[in-house]
């Protein structure tokens, strides 16, 4: 994926100079000639690093640099700078900025800079995104204390009634049908706490597998399956359907079921989300292309604007009202599919829906162990 960088400057044959001397090293140039339209831009496309001059007509370099790090506090900055304002250069990287240069630009300083700035923004990134998945997981522990609640009752009542047998068995009467009676009631009885615990149990160790970071061959269709009918229950209204269509050959992948099912997860919510009406669908569709297994997932909610498109995978972007979104469920996604050499793109129209397309290598054969 090639390296995405913003040029700020109001000088446009530098601004040329410098897009010609990065596309031609294969990174992806927009440029801006202040600091009003790089924030326009900012907000319609995403950008990995911005190169910011720091005198500017208008709004200044410092004061862009300031809108950029409240708005998209990921986005890397390099302040570009004449010696005269190399006190202003590194107020700027107190504001937040990585690095400056100075002018006349070094093509090599400039792309090794960029490259560098890229780099601590990738880290940045996946240290977001681990700590997400940590906060989600932090209730496993309160979880397994519930459960281990829940297994000390039914075996509090199974230790009754193995030393009400012990009783019975000590009777000199033992015989006698009344007894055999209450054996067998008491048999019973620790029969099926027994089978409440065992119920308990597998829960526990379902869970436990869904927080595997293992590699496992999973087999995409039932994980769905499982995954859509817990989602129902938790739709308590009719306004929002759900519709499968699974290819019954669909080959099985190497991946982590936990990650799976977060990916899925985070798809379906958001769709669920962007639903407004009560005739809401979401469409859930796996397919073979070539050597790749294929999610879509598609509803029939607002669509998302073209112009937001561009970041929906950003962290801490998100399209959602303030406080009912955190802007890294997509971001997650994408780094998880990433991980496992897939992609994923997003395809909308607004007031039409949105399709969500996940593509995963299809696994060879030999070698992983089978999911069960």
Known sequence: MKIKVLLVDDEVDLVNVLAERLTIRDFEVSKAYSGEEALRVLGEIGIDVVILDVMLPGMDGLATLREIKKKIPLVEVIMLTGHGTLETAVEGMKLGAYDFLFKPVESQNLVEKIAKAYRRKSEQEDRIRNAEIDRIMGPVGDLAAGIAHEINNPVAIMVEEAGWIDDLI??????????????????QKIRSQGERCKEITQKLLSFARRSDPRIFEVQINTLIEELVTTYRRRLQSGAVTIITDLEPLLPVIKASPSDMQQVILNILNNAVDAIESD?????????????????????????????????????????????????????????????????????????IGTTFHVRLPIAQAGGIKTEH
């Open 170 to 187: 000590k009777d000199e009467d033992f015989s006698r049908p009344e007894n055999l009676d209450e054996l067998k009631r008491s048999m």
């Open 279 to 351: 005739k809401g669908v979401i469409q859930i569709r796996t397919r073979i292309q070539e050597n790749w297994a294929v999610i879509d997932i598609a509803d029939n909610g607002q669509g998302i604007p073209n112009a937001q498109l561009e970041r929906i995978f950003d962290p801490f972007f998100t399209t959602k009202p303030v406080g009912k979104g955190t802007g890294l469920g997509l971001s997650i996604c994408y780094g998880i599919v990433k991980k496992l050499g897939g992609d994923i793109t997003v395809e909308s129209q607004v007031g």
